[in-house]
């Protein structure tokens, strides 16, 4: 079992720099508590392109939050931006097999 906070907070470190440079503050509430059996180097690879993504449907800047909690046998990691968001083309697209 590895603790999220760990994981988002070695992934914020690394992407700090290119949200600064874009003007993206970045929050972070990541629970010490809430641990899940992951493959940390899969779970930080997820959420830097979650990351990169959001950060480029913010182009005049903005806000990216990241939390994380246990609820009962589940972790939760949340990502939220005040990006742009999509087009409901892309939306419907998301989740569909090619």
């Excluded at 830097?48 to 609820?71: C, E, F, I, K, Y």
Aim: proline share 7%; aromatic share 2%.
């Amino acid at each position: 079992m590895a603790p999220l906070a760990g994981v988002v907070d070695a992934t914020v470190s690394l992407l700090r720099p290119m949200a600064q440079k874009a003007d993206v503050r970045v929050d972070v509430e990541a629970a010490p508590r809430a641990v899940a059996n992951i493959d940390a180097g899969q779970i930080q690879q997820v959420l830097s392109n979650l990351m990169v993504n959001a950060m480029h449907a913010m182009p005049g800047g903005g806000r990216l939050a990241l939390s994380t909690r246990q609820d009962g046998p589940w972790a939760v990691i949340v990502l939220e931006d005040t990006g742009i968001g999509m087009v409901p083309e892309q939306v419907a697209k998301l989740f569909r097999r090619p």
